[in-house]
């Protein structure tokens, strides 16, 4: 049995709507985040599938992008997440509903 | 060869699912990323049935060392043992799962579509004129295509006009540095196989992606440098105890 693009694509699809499930359920700061981050990564392994079968390294090129800017928003929504728990003493997203601190 | 690839397509791509699948379903956070580091390893497995040499060592190198690393820092930092609270009522889970299904559905439906031979034909046999732009591909599994040729074309007289001067770059959006050549490495294509171009040896390997991360791509490349700074200073700033 030949693997195929369809196939790969639908591995993405699959981790990607686990993804999204997770953040919809879960209200720990820090679980939402790794969800997150589980979506942008099936989101990378559909550029390099797409890239693979056109011979193509630009969808190489995206998912680099993409990992440097998940390495930059990991880093201001950690520190963010820090914040909220020192004021809230709890990382409940509902709780921190407020703009103002 | 083809069965190798057959028997660590499932491997990796089961066990992806299963990791994410498992950081959705562990209740304390340090558990859930362990899953995450997991499931990373097996999406860099899957980059490399991809011959994505490159970009599989980056996966292992920033998200399984550097992201994860941050992540357990910070929950051994603020010492979570349980989820704080989940939500309880079910009917929140079945909207969630609903969301989540009907995404997945839509997607679902799309890369069928794209495998489905006959569907295209009959969609093409009633496109008429539009019929120039989807032209049969030569990627497997795949049985609608854009007419690369076109678009090649028009792209390639917009590069001459540049060169003999007819158009200035300044008409668009960048200016080429003086001397630079804007070239596609050469070494990614292979030859062909059964009338479709295969990949070549070093196809995703650290020369190609640099190759275009200083040429076609440098300016975004620069301002990821810029990004990654705003970053640094932006947690420096936000995690201080007092602003």
């Known amino acids: 049995m030949e693997i195929t693009l369809t196939h790969y694509l639908l591995v993405g699809a699959i981790t990607f709507c686990i993804g999204v499930y997770g953040v919809l359920v879960k209200r720990n700061a820090i679980t939402l985040f790794m969800c997150v981050e589980l979506m942008l990564n099936s989101v990378n392994l559909t550029f390099i599938a797409f890239s693979k079968y056109r011979v193509d390294l630009d969808g190489h090129v995206f998912a680099f992008f993409i990992m440097a800017v998940a390495a930059a928003e990991a880093a201001v929504g950690l520190a963010l997440i820090l914040h909220i728990f020192r004021h809230y003493r709890s990382l409940d997203v509902d709780r921190a509903s407020e703009l103002r601190l | ?243």
Do not use: C
């Open chain 2, 1 to 243: 060869m083809v069965i190798w690839e057959t028997i660590f397509f499932w491997l990796f791509s089961l066990g992806a699912v299963v990791a994410s699948a498992l950081v959705i379903w562990l209740r304390t956070p340090l558990y859930s990323a362990i899953a995450l580091i997991l499931d990373f390893f097996f999406f860099a497995g899957l980059y490399v049935l991809l011959s994505a040499h490159f970009m599989a060592i980056i996966q292992v190198l920033v998200y399984g060392g550097a992201i994860m690393v941050l992540f357990m820092f910070i929950i051994m930092l603020l010492n979570l043992r349980e989820e704080t609270s989940s939500i309880e009522f079910r009917v929140h889970h079945g909207l969630a799962a609903l969301v989540s299904l009907s995404i997945f559905a839509f997607m679902a439906t799309g890369i069928m579509a794209l495998s489905d031979q006959a569907g295209i034909k009959e969609v093409r046999a009633n496109m008429g004129d539009a019929t120039q732009i989807a032209t049969p591909s030569r990627i497997p599994g795949l049985y609608a295509d854009l007419n690369e040729e076109g678009l090649q074309s028009k792209f390639d007289a917009k590069i001459q006009s540049f060169a003999d001067g007819s158009a200035t770059p300044a008409d668009g959006k960048y200016r080429p540095f003086p001397g630079a050549k804007f070239d596609i490495p050469p070494m990614m294509k292979g030859g062909e196989v059964n009338g479709r171009p295969v990949e070549s040896a070093d196809f995703g390997t650290v020369e190609p992606m640099s190759l275009l991360l200083v040429n076609r791509f440098v300016v975004p490349f620069e301002l990821t440098a810029l990004l990654l700074l705003g970053a640094i200073i932006g947690a420096v700033i936000i995690a201080k105890k007092r602003l």
